[in-house]
C-alpha cells in the first residue's frame, strides 16, 4: 500500500517546479515594488519561484505555503542566501507575523486558495490580513489571471492538460482539468482536477478532486481593497503595463496601505 494523497502531493510539487520557469512576472512585481531592500511576506509562495529571485535583488523575504513538498523545493535554490526565510503555514488561520514593507500575493494566488472557508469570504480576508501584516505605506501587490467575460474563460466542457511527466523517484501522471463551468451570478467555477499516475512498482493512482473557486470581479477586488484601508496606486492588465481591457489577460494591482 502507498499513500496515494502523499505520492500525488510530491509529484505535482515537482511538475510544478519543472514547468512553472518564467521570469517575467517575477521581474515586473520586481520593476512594481522597487529597488529600495525592503521587508516583503509572499504568501503563497510555493517552491520559491518569486520568493529566490526578491532575496538576489537585495531584499529581505518571508514565504508561507501550506504544500511542505512545496517547499522542499526552496532550500537548493536559496543556498547561500541569508535573507531568506520560508514556513509550512495556513494563510487563513495561521498568523503571517507583521512588520512587512510589502505584501506578495502572487502566481494567481487570489483566485488558487486553499480553503474550506466560503471561498468568496476567504479572498477578502486575504485582503485584511495583508493590510494587518503591512507598515504604514507598505504596499499590496496582487497579480492574478483575469477577464471581463468569464463564461468564456471557465465554460469548457472538455479536458484540459495541466502539466504530465516524470518525476526524479520516476513517478509518470498527469494532471487534467474536466467540465469546467461559471456561474455569472455567484461567480464560482466548478470542475473536477483529474490526477492520473503510475509509480515505479506499477501501480496505477487516479484521483478526481471536486472543485470550487471564486472568480473575483475587478470591481469586488476594488471593494475589498478599499476597505481594507488600501489606495491603488498602479493597475494593470499585463507585463507592458497596458490597462486592463477586452484583450487583456490579467489583473495586476500594486495598492499601499493608508
Same mark, same amino acid.
Given at each position: 500500500?502507498?499513500?496515494?494523497?502523499?505520492?500525488?502531493?510530491?509529484?505535482?510539487?515537482?511538475?510544478?517546479?519543472?514547468?512553472?520557469?518564467?521570469?517575467?512576472?517575477?521581474?515586473?512585481?520586481?520593476?512594481?515594488?522597487?529597488?529600495?531592500?525592503?521587508?516583503?511576506?509572499?504568501?503563497?509562495?510555493?517552491?520559491?519561484?518569486?520568493?529566490?529571485?526578491?532575496?538576489?535583488?537585495?531584499?529581505?523575504?518571508?514565504?508561507?505555503?501550506?504544500?511542505?513538498?512545496? *517547499?522542499?523545493?526552496?532550500?537548493?535554490? /536559496?543556498? $547561500?542566501?541569508? %535573507?531568506?526565510?520560508? @514556513?509550512?503555514?495556513?494563510?487563513?488561520? !495561521?498568523?503571517?507575523?507583521?512588520?512587512?514593507?510589502?505584501?506578495?500575493?502572487?502566481?494567481?494566488?487570489?483566485?488558487?486558495?486553499?480553503?474550506?472557508?466560503?471561498?468568496?469570504?476567504?479572498?477578502?480576508?486575504?485582503?485584511?490580513?495583508?493590510?494587518?501584516?503591512?507598515?504604514?505605506?507598505?504596499?499590496?501587490?496582487?497579480?492574478?489571471?483575469?477577464?471581463?467575460?468569464?463564461?468564456?474563460?471557465?465554460?469548457?466542457?472538455?479536458?484540459?492538460?495541466?502539466?504530465?511527466?516524470?518525476?526524479?523517484?520516476?513517478?509518470?501522471?498527469?494532471?487534467?482539468? *474536466?467540465?469546467?463551468?461559471?456561474?455569472? /451570478?455567484? $461567480?464560482?467555477? %466548478?470542475?473536477?482536477? @483529474?490526477?492520473?499516475?503510475?509509480?515505479? !512498482?506499477?501501480?496505477?493512482?487516479?484521483?478526481?478532486?471536486?472543485?470550487?473557486?471564486?472568480?473575483?470581479?475587478?470591481?469586488?477586488?476594488?471593494?475589498?481593497?478599499?476597505?481594507?484601508?488600501?489606495?491603488?496606486?498602479?493597475?494593470?492588465?499585463?507585463?507592458?503595463?497596458?490597462?486592463?481591457?477586452?484583450?487583456?489577460?490579467?489583473?495586476?494591482?500594486?495598492?499601499?496601505?493608508?
Amino acid at each position: 500500500m502507498c499513500n496515494e494523497k502523499s505520492a500525488i502531493a510530491k509529484w505535482n510539487a515537482e511538475m510544478y517546479d519543472k514547468t512553472e520557469t518564467g521570469t517575467e512576472d517575477v521581474d515586473f512585481a520586481l520593476s512594481v515594488i522597487g529597488g529600495r531592500p525592503g521587508n516583503i511576506l509572499e504568501i503563497g509562495c510555493g517552491s520559491g519561484r518569486f520568493l529566490v529571485p526578491m532575496a538576489r535583488a537585495g531584499h529581505t523575504v518571508t514565504g508561507l505555503d501550506l504544500d511542505e513538498y512545496m *517547499l522542499e523545493k526552496i532550500g537548493p535554490k /536559496a543556498a $547561500g542566501l541569508r %535573507s531568506i526565510a520560508w @514556513r509550512r503555514a495556513d494563510v487563513i488561520n !495561521d498568523s503571517w507575523g507583521g512588520g512587512f514593507d510589502a505584501v506578495l500575493m502572487a502566481a494567481n494566488f487570489l483566485f488558487n486558495i486553499v480553503s474550506d472557508m466560503d471561498y468568496e469570504e476567504a479572498q477578502r480576508l486575504l485582503i485584511g490580513k495583508a493590510a494587518r501584516a503591512l507598515v504604514p505605506g507598505g504596499g499590496l501587490y496582487i497579480d492574478s489571471s483575469y477577464t471581463l467575460h468569464p463564461e468564456e474563460w471557465f465554460n469548457d466542457p472538455g479536458e484540459n492538460v495541466v502539466w504530465e511527466g516524470t518525476d526524479s523517484e520516476g513517478v509518470c501522471g498527469r494532471m487534467t482539468l *474536466l467540465n469546467s463551468t461559471f456561474d455569472s /451570478a455567484t $461567480g464560482i467555477v %466548478s470542475f473536477t482536477r @483529474r490526477f492520473e499516475l503510475t509509480l515505479t !512498482d506499477g501501480t496505477a493512482i487516479r484521483e478526481d478532486i471536486p472543485s470550487k473557486k471564486h472568480f473575483a470581479r475587478l470591481e469586488q477586488i476594488h471593494g475589498w481593497l478599499s476597505a481594507g484601508g488600501f489606495t491603488i496606486e498602479e493597475e494593470y492588465g499585463g507585463y507592458g503595463r497596458e490597462p486592463i481591457g477586452e484583450n487583456t489577460g490579467r489583473a495586476i494591482i500594486w495598492a499601499r496601505k493608508k
